[in-house]
DNA sequence: TTACTATATACGCATATCCGGATATAAAAA
DNA sequence: TTTTTATATCCGGATATGCGTATATAGTAA
């Protein structure tokens, strides 16, 4: 365990791509979640979004295909987090955008919800 | 002539919406050179961007849909510019787009053509 | 009026995207 | 081993999106 992982990525990073993803609500509030908290793992997420499993797996694939995101496994947790090595445009942006929602609905409201995710999944796992 | 126009909005702008608009190159490329031009005609854009009209229009017009952009009509031609009401996140990404995409392919070759464009149409059109 | 220019829109079609539900995979626990 | 938990993916189907071509609209000029 603890392994880190690289990803297929079968598109390539652009501009329009890049805004692409963002242009999906359960994506935008996830990659702004990632971009506050360093890193989450899918229940955290799946729990502080209020969305379905396999909608929230399907578009954290999307994020990583793109190379937006990459993932760690940790025992049967797989954590989520930004890149760090993104072109510089998109580092940028995506701080611009976790900046500039960060106070709009929905966005206000994820931040305790997946403060609260977290503590508690953290507490129930020993973490 | 010289009338502003206001538009009719089917779609609101919600932060999704907002960067699913910015998802097509077209429209990125478009958005980020009236930002930094501050006014331009369809026929500006069409040659800058190398696109064909029918395109181009189309495009213009789903950014005058959401309500990114409105239109002022001057003879025949019709003036695109972004509107100066926009939500406070909408204002703030916009600069940080423009900023960060300015030199990148393919925005920062669009400057130096619509420059061009804006000079050659201006100086044949005597305004 | 007619002709010309600029812009918008309609049409038909191809592809992309998203979803819910079911299922597959993999690690941990019993 | 079996069971449980976490995550990923597959399957259909619905809707959205984008394109080129043709045409409509509106203003200007002759």
Redesign the pocket.
Known sequence: ?MQAAASAAHARLDPA?FF?LL?????LRAAVLLHQQGEL???EL?EALG????????????L?DVGLVE?R?S?????YRLRNDLPAWAHDLLTGVARDLADEPPFSGDTPRVRRAIARHRSE?EQ
């Open positions: 365990m791509r692409r242009g999906e609500e359960t994506r793992c899918v229940c799946t969305v379905s499993q396999p909608k929230m797996s399907r578009h954290l694939g999307h990583r993932t496994r025992g049967q947790w797989i954590h796992c």
